[in-house]
Structure formats: structure tokens, C-alpha cells
């Protein structure tokens, strides 16, 4: 289906393990995004990509590695996860300019 | 620094009355705002956005108003349904940059 994928859609796991989470989008978008949303904070920007193999961190990067080795494809990596990390993470990608489409979400509980 | 801001947690209102929802923001280079609504456990989903050459942009009974004197937005749903009842997040931009966003405002819509 076309559209913007996220997985897991829920995880679970512990402080000090490594964690990737998965977007996928079909529509060849060039700018992707991934946003943590906490209580209290709204959506804040963790690293954005603007295509493939270019990637820039946004507002709270630290603990948290990207990469984009194809267009479609934009995975979150916690290398070592924290407590603080538990949230609920939204990946959204979009042309130049214009609206941004989000998934679903994956929801990060580390325990 | 909170360059888009929403002031207001939460606003309950009354089926069929009038949804105001407003958002400030501090820079004066955004040239393009937008509005985005959540349900829970889903990504956000683009609703209505402005030019700032314009000062009103309508779609059905959703009606948002740019001051840029003011530096303010507002988000008017007229009436409101229960379906309204969501997260609503502004979001500002300059050109092709990243998006902005508030800290979102949750609306109740009573029966």
C-alpha cells in the first residue's frame, strides 16, 4: 500500500539495548523526519534527512543515530536505550515544501 | 527557545458552538503555517494551512486567520462535532525548511 509505514508499532525493551526503529514511504519523498512527542513538549525533531545519504540532526539528536542509504527508507537507531527515550516516535516525510505525512507511530517503552 | 507556541493545554466546547484554537510564534522569516490534528494512537494529519501572503484560508468548517502584525494564528472549527475532539498541533515554516510545531491543544467536544 502506498502511504508511510512504521515498525514495530510497539516495543518494548531495556536500558543499555540497542533499539531500530523502521519508516518506509512510497512516494519517492525527498525530505523524511523523525519526531519524538512527550507530554508537555509537542512534537520535537529528533534528525531529518533532506534524500538519500544526507542527514542533519534537529532539536534533541543526542542518543539517537540515523542513516539513509535509499530514499524510502529512514531508520531510528537508540544505541543505548534510556528511560528517557520512552516515548512515542513519528517518522513523516514530504517533498520540498508543503504538508508533511506522519505514520502511525511506534510507541517506546524502556524499562 | 519556543519559536511556536500553543498556550492553551486544553479547550472544551459545546457541540455546535464554535472551536477557537490559537498558536503564536516569534519568527518573523515563517512564511507558510499549518495545522495538523491527532487522534490517539495515529500519526498527526495535515487539516488546513496559510500562506503568509494570505490572511484567511477556508476549507468547510475549518477556517484558519494569520495576524502576522501579531505574529498569531488561529484555528476556527465551526460548529463543532464530536469528532473534532483530537490533539491539535500548529506548525510553522520558512521556505523549504523544517517544520515547527506547538506543543498542541486539546480539544473536547461535549455532547
Known amino acids: 500500500d502506498a502511504g508511510i509505514t512504521q515498525s514495530p508499532r510497539y516495543k518494548i525493551t531495556e536500558t543499555g539495548r540497542q533499539v531500530t526503529l523502521m519508516c518506509h514511504q512510497t512516494w519517492s519523498h525527498s525530505y523524511m523526519f523523525w519526531y519524538r512527542q512527550d507530554l508537555g513538549h509537542g512534537l520535537r525533531l529528533i534528525y531529518y534527512?533532506?534524500?538519500?545519504?544526507?542527514?542533519d540532526k534537529g532539536e534533541v539528536p543526542d542518543g539517537y543515530v540515523v542513516s539513509r542509504s535509499k530514499t524510502e527508507n529512514f531508520p531510528l537507531t537508540l544505541e543505548s536505550a534510556t528511560r528517557s527515550q520512552t516515548s512515542v516516535y513519528f517518522c513523516a516525510s514530504r517533498w520540498t515544501g508543503g504538508e508533511q505525512f506522519f505514520g502511525p507511530g511506534t510507541r517506546l517503552t524502556v524499562l | 527557545d519556543q519559536q511556536v507556541k500553543q498556550n492553551s493545554p486544553s479547550l472544551s466546547v459545546q457541540e455546535g458552538r464554535i472551536s477557537i484554537l490559537n498558536c503564536d510564534y516569534t519568527?518573523?522569516?515563517?512564511?507558510?503555517f499549518l495545522w495538523y490534528k491527532k487522534y490517539p494512537a495515529e500519526g498527526p494529519t495535515f487539516l488546513i494551512s496559510?500562506?503568509?501572503?494570505?490572511d484567511k484560508n477556508e476549507d468547510g468548517r475549518f477556517t484558519v486567520f494569520l495576524n502576522k502584525s501579531a505574529k498569531h494564528l488561529s484555528l476556527h472549527i465551526v460548529p463543532s462535532q464530536p469528532g473534532d475532539s483530537a490533539v491539535y498541533f500548529c506548525a510553522a515554516v520558512h521556505g523549504a525548511q523544517k517544520l515547527v510545531f506547538g506543543q498542541g491543544t486539546r480539544l473536547t467536544i461535549n455532547p
Open positions: 534527512s533532506a534524500a538519500a545519504d544526507i542527514t
Open positions: 496559510i500562506s503568509s501572503i494570505k
Open positions: 519568527n518573523s522569516m515563517f512564511d507558510y
